[in-house]
């Protein structure tokens, strides 16, 4: 049977998963309680993985978000390989975060190749830990919010969970979301892509040896241990997060109060 629009969306934003045809992690990252007891509203700041399958049915509500600007954190081959589509009074800016390490399409291909004779098991926790320190997309997505009219904000990658993932960790961390609920956010992305994780885990698994599929498994997977990296990175690289805030973007201690201002209710 199938479902009707008005059906389909009837859950967001109670639900803040917004079900989408054509994106399995789409998210309104507003409801979220701060640590002085105010609540970040919804509709200022959504999360997502690529958006490149949206259907039609996609596309009309995604129009009702009123999203006004798009940060696209992948570098340019994954972008021109799956476009985002083209949207009319929408702001887009592409800033790659992170220096791809591969040209691949798929993981059939990587393992026909040599690609992860350079990877360690390690991999993606050391790729946490130089995500949040001197990151140009970083720097730009946290000028962006600052300006009311730049909201609401979308930001995304290919699976919307570790360049978005610590995006979001962020955002939420300069409006004061204490960092036990951040970790709830960024882990949620465990249960929005099991499905697909399970799948292409499936697929690719007769492709690899065992220490490939290790691999594999930290790279699509979601573990608590990569966010707390990052956070780790900040401390160690800092002493503190208002201590980071204040000097790797400039956002004081004033602007994250304004910014707060009209972000939270």
Not at 8 to 23: E, L
Not at 109 to 123: Q, W
Not at 211 to 233: H, Y
């Amino acid at each position: 049977m199938e479902i009707s629009t008005a059906n389909r969306y009837a859950t967001y934003p109670t639900n803040r998963v917004v079900p989408f045809i054509g994106a399995n992690n789409f998210r309104d990252m507003g409801g979220y309680k701060t640590s002085d007891g105010r609540t970040v509203k919804f509709g200022l700041f959504f999360r997502s993985d690529g958006l490149t399958g949206l259907t039609d049915e996609d596309m009309n509500f995604f129009k009702t978000l009123n999203i006004k600007y798009i940060i696209d954190y992948r570098d340019e081959s994954e972008a021109q390989k799956n476009p985002d589509p083209i949207l009319s009074n929408v702001t887009y800016e592409r800033i790659q975060t992170i220096e791809q390490n591969n040209q691949f399409d798929t993981f059939e291909e990587m393992a026909r190749s040599n690609f992860f004779k350079n990877l360690s098991l390690d991999y993606m926790t050391e790729l946490y830990s130089k995500l949040p320190l001197n990151n140009p997309a970083y720097k730009r997505l946290m000028q962006i919010i600052q300006d009311p009219n730049n909201l609401g904000l979308l930001h995304h990658c290919t699976f919307g969970k570790d360049r978005t993932g610590v995006g979001a960790a962020l955002i939420l961390s300069a409006l004061g979301v204490p960092k036990n609920t951040v970790m709830e956010d960024y882990l949620l992305t465990k249960e929005t892509m099991k499905e697909f994780t399970e799948k292409v885990f499936q697929q690719i698994s007769a492709h690899f040896d065992d220490r490939g599929l290790q691999i594999i498994e930290n790279i699509i997977g979601i573990k608590e241990e990569f966010l707390e990296t990052a956070f780790q990175s900040i401390t160690n690289t800092y002493g503190n997060i208002d201590a980071y805030f204040a000097h790797e973007f400039g956002l004081t201690k004033e602007k994250r109060q304004a910014l707060q201002s009209f972000c939270l209710e």
